[in-house]
């Protein structure tokens, strides 16, 4: 096994003014196809709450502020925008459903965008989806839900499938730390075997992390972790590293 390198390795560098600005990370978005099977997943089987719904958005403003640069670049290739992925708020032709929804310690925004006359929290999106959807891809990003410390991982991964599938969310699907070649090979795998548990020295500095890689219900790319012994102990001293430099800057 690798030894991960130490945090100690990785020296302090110079903080911008503007951080000064920043009060912390506010929410995560992301676009989905199937906005009904969202709000189910992440209210129903996550147990996060609606704060904001904004059911509709069009026009002129809105579209500048989203799409600009994409339209930008559609018009110096010479191709329609759509071909670019961008719909067309600004004459209302789609439009812009979002909600943002309140988990303990942070907010996600999903949002989906629809032709105006479709109705709100359906399933036909615009644009398609693309067809790919592996993590490795550039600009790709993941949720993280963080677990608390006395679960028991691997119980949850089956659980929440089970929920899940129950619901008709098949795209719901966890990884396994062992190989397999079919999705039936996959589910009967033990479940000793349904999370990746980086305990032990050779760990380093993540000694105690667990995660779990799961497509959402949208395919989306989601992540559950449990932080546990050494790897805790770092994350709430960088936290209050963080809020100690702050008020020292203030």
């Known amino acids: 096994m690798t030894t991960m390198p130490s945090s100690h390795m990785l020296e302090s560098q110079p903080v911008s003014a503007l ?12 676009t989905v196809e199937d906005m009904g099977k969202a709000l ?22 809105m579209h500048n ?13 010479g191709v329609d925008p759509k071909s670019l992925g961008v719909p067309n708020l600004r004459d209302g032709t789609e439009k812009l459903d979002l909600y ?24 036909n999106a615009f644009p398609a989806k693309h067809a790919y959807s592996s993590p490795a891809f550039v600009n790709s990003m993941h949720i993280s839900f963080y677990l ?15 929920e899940c599938h129950k619901r008709g969310m098949d795209q719901v699907k966890c990884n396994r730390i062992v190989t397999v070649r079919s999705q039936a090979e996959r589910q009967q795998v033990a479940s000793e075997y349904n999370s990746c ?15 779990v890689y799961c497509k959402g219900p949208n395919g989306e790319q989601l992540e559950f972790n449990q932080v ?12 209050q590293d963080y809020q100690k430099s702050r008020e020292d800057r203030q």
Not at 148 to 162: A, C, G, Q, Y
Not at 228 to 239: G, I, P, Q, S
């Open 228 to 239: 546990l012994r050494k790897a805790k102990v770092l994350f709430e001293k960088a936290r």
């Open 148 to 162: 608390k410390d006395d679960v028991d991982v691997d119980k949850f991964v089956k659980d929440l499938e089970t």
């Open 40 to 61: 189910e997943f992440y209210t129903e089987v996550l147990g996060g709450k609606i704060i904001i719904p904004e059911i509709g958005l069009a026009g002129y403003t």
């Open 100 to 123: 943002f929804i309140q988990f303990d310690n942070v907010v996600l925004e999903i949002l989906q965008y629809r032709d105006a006359n479709a109705a709100p929290n359906g399933s």
């Open 19 to 30: 951080s000064q600005q920043i009060q912390g990370l506010h929410h995560f978005g992301i």
């Open 197 to 211: 548990k980086l305990y032990g020295a050779d760990f380093g500095d993540f000694e105690g992390w667990t995660l």
């Open 65 to 77: 502020t989203l799409f600009q640069k994409e339209e930008i670049e559609a018009i110096e290739k």
